[in-house]
């Protein structure tokens, strides 16, 4: 994963590549470093542990002037964190520095051969072996960096974007791609390249993106030079860079989790704008429009996603085979993608990423785009690597996503699945009247009814305070609820680090029933649904095993409520959009829990928002 970015240009680059890291950060966190090349033509390395703020700390009172720097905040694959494994390396001549996000696979047959060749490396990382090949060849040929970039990423096995510094031509900026992104901004005589948009916007009017094996060359005379492995130029469409990619504040929460919640009511709202028509009945997403033939003849649908988007693609499983009565399966992009999939011409792959830079997922779209599959992205990042490699999709418009644990993109993400199901299910003919025009209410009330949810804000904050000695956590819910609880027991590992499983309620007596005790507790998705009265047999379970029951319910319920030990009471709404409302309680849960453990909500330890490595 790791963010890179890297400045060349007439202003001082170190401020724009720490800011450009701090935009950087939900790639990862476990520490960061900074190159800097000064007019005097040295190279200038800082390191440390930790976040980017502990690196700006470090920066206070050293010599950080210079034009032409590369800086990286890193989450660790090869190598513990710590200041010796944080990026930038440098070759053991001291002639190259570089950053890297990605994997290099064939990292340790080059590190033996460089070591019989006599390079003395300082970390275990990968990057630092990449460098120093850069080295190595370099020193055997009069070549130029370009050239001996050429030479060894062709060598490479692996996942890079990199950032090079060449001291040999301190009036450049070098720069090379493959399946990890990069974009390079493009300035007054000035050059900005980065992980993604985010460092460039404000710096910047013009962006490009690198292509897959392709080297950039940036003078400080504002040239660029883009060529592929083979040395043939390539050229790129030139982009403005969007002029609202503002920058993401808390506004007076206490952390962005939270607000991120609180947003779900505004966020749901604009991902149905012009979309959700309540007045005239109906659900229009462009991409269906533009592409009905090739959907309707859809015989399969297959959804590709991790994480929370995959437990988003579950609930769009069950949306997609109610309504369009298509099969559909939800898949892990990651074992998708080794797992020989059978995959037709007549199928359609979902792909949903908050990110839309997943490596797995992406994998997993190139995979079935080889095999003729048509492919749909449900992203958030507008003009991310996901929406660039599918046929078409729908954004979700959430808006920025900070937060590590993923909120309103899970419930942006099931909006958009359903309706896009909705939509599929009419132009089909398999969804009726009365049915469709349910929805299309239901659908836009969801905003407010959202809002009715979030003043349980209080009293989940109480209720949380009691489950911190908690050491494992069940989840439990069925039909679309399921993947609900799943969702709400990742959210709790995610930001507490209790253990926490989701199951679906009646699975619990074929193992998980073991577990209960009056020290566990369990959460339980028991609104009024079809299921209701087998939800209300599961809870009677828990409780004849002195579990300690927290359930969802529906306003009005008694029930259940009559015998849980606490309940937390939510508008009714259609079944299959349970998920959207009952999200709400199982993210604030997980986050006051954490809170009132201490935990780092935003940026939790181990995990990083963009998982760029497979
Ligand atoms: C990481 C994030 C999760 C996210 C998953 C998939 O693990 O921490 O919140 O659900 O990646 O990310 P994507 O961007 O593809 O939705």
């Known amino acids: 994963m790791c963010g890179i970015t890297g400045y060349l240009g007439g202003r001082e680059a170190c401020p724009i590549l720490i800011d450009g890291l701090r935009q950087l950060e939900y790639r990862g966190y476990d520490s960061a470093g900074i190159a800097l090349v000064n007019e005097c033509g040295e190279l200038h390395v800082y390191k440390e542990k930790g976040k980017v703020q502990d690196l700006e700390a470090g920066l206070a009172g050293k010599n950080i002037s210079g034009h032409l720097g590369i800086a990286h905040t890193r989450w660790a694959t090869h190598g513990e964190p710590s200041a010796v494994n944080a990026h930038p390396h440098v070759s053991s001549s001291g002639r190259f520095a570089i950053v890297h996000n990605g994997i290099i696979e064939n990292y340790a047959v080059i590190r033996r051969n460089l070591e019989k060749k006599g390079y003395a490396f300082k970390s275990s990382t990968d990057t630092e072996v990449l460098v120093q090949l850069i080295d190595y060849v370099a020193s055997c040929s009069d070549s130029d960096t370009v050239a001996v970039l050429q030479e060894v990423l062709d060598e490479i096995v692996g996942a ?14 070098f720069a090379a791609r493959k399946s990890s992104p990069l974009a390079v901004g493009i300035g007054d005589d000035e050059f900005i390249v980065a992980s993604d948009i985010s460092p460039i916007a404000g710096n910047a009017d013009k962006v490009m993106y690198l292509g897959d094996e392709e080297i950039a060359e940036m003078h400080r005379d504002g040239s660029l030079h883009i060529v592929n492995l083979s040395n043939a130029e390539c050229r790129h469409e030139i982009l403005a860079v969007p002029k609202n990619l503002g920058r993401t504040r808390k506004d007076g929460f206490d952390h962005f989790m939270l607000k991120e919640i609180f947003e779900q009511p505004s966020s749901l709202t604009d991902c149905m704008r012009g979309r959700v028509d309540v007045v005239g009945k109906t659900v229009t997403l462009s991409a269906v429009r533009e592409h009905k033939d090739r959907l309707l003849a ?25 309504f369009c009565r298509i099969p559909a399966e939800t898949v892990y992009a990651s074992e998708f993608r080794y797992s020989n999939p059978v995959i037709r011409s007549s199928d359609v792959v979902i792909a ?3 990110s839309g830079e997943t490596a797995d997922t992406l994998a997993a779209v190139e995979l079935a785009r080889s095999k003729g599959a048509f492919i749909y992205g449900i992203c958030n990042a507008v003009g991310s690597s996901i929406p660039r490699a599918t046929d078409t999709g729908s954004y979700i418009h959430v808006g920025p996503e900070i937060g590590v644990a993923s909120t309103k993109a899970f419930t942006g993400q099931v909006t958009v699945l359903a309706m896009l199901a909705l939509d599929i299910a009419r132009e089909k003919n398999t969804i009726d009247d009365r049915t469709y025009a349910g929805m299309i209410e239901e659908l836009a009330s969801i905003p407010e009814k959202m809002r009715v949810v979030l003043r349980t804000n209080d009293s989940i904050a109480s209720l949380a305070k009691m489950f911190t000695y908690a050491k494992n956590f069940i989840y439990l819910g069925r039909g679309y609820s399921y993947p609900a609880a799943l969702e709400g027991a990742l959210k709790l590992k995610e930001i507490s680090y209790i253990h926490a499983e989701g199951y679906p309620a009646a699975e619990m007596k074929h193992g998980p029933i073991a577990l209960i005790d009056e020290e566990m507790p369990v959460v339980i998705i028991a609104t009024h649904n079809a299921l209701y009265e087998k939800i209300l047999s599961n809870v009677q379970e828990i409780k004849a095993r002195k579990g300690r029951v927290i359930a969802i319910v529906s306003e009005g319920d008694t029930a259940i409520s009559d015998i849980a030990d606490t309940v937390i009471e939510i508008p009714e709404t259609i079944e299959c959009l349970d998920p959207l409302l009952v999200s709400v309680p199982l993210q604030l849960l997980a986050y006051h829990i954490a809170v009132c453990k201490g935990k780092d909500v935003d940026r939790p330890r181990n995990l990083a928002k963009s998982v760029t490595v497979e």
């Not at 890079?160 to 900026?173: N, W």
């Not at 859809?298 to 109610?322: D, P, Y």
Request: hydrophobic residues 50%.
């Open 160 to 173: 890079y974007a990199i950032a090079l510094i060449d001291m040999k031509y301190p009036d450049r900026l």
């Open 298 to 322: 859809a015989e399969r649908f297959i959804i590709v996603a991790c994480g929370t988007s995959w437990h988003a693609g579950l609930i769009g499983k069950q949306m997609i085979e109610n």
């Open 352 to 354: 949903i990423s908050q």
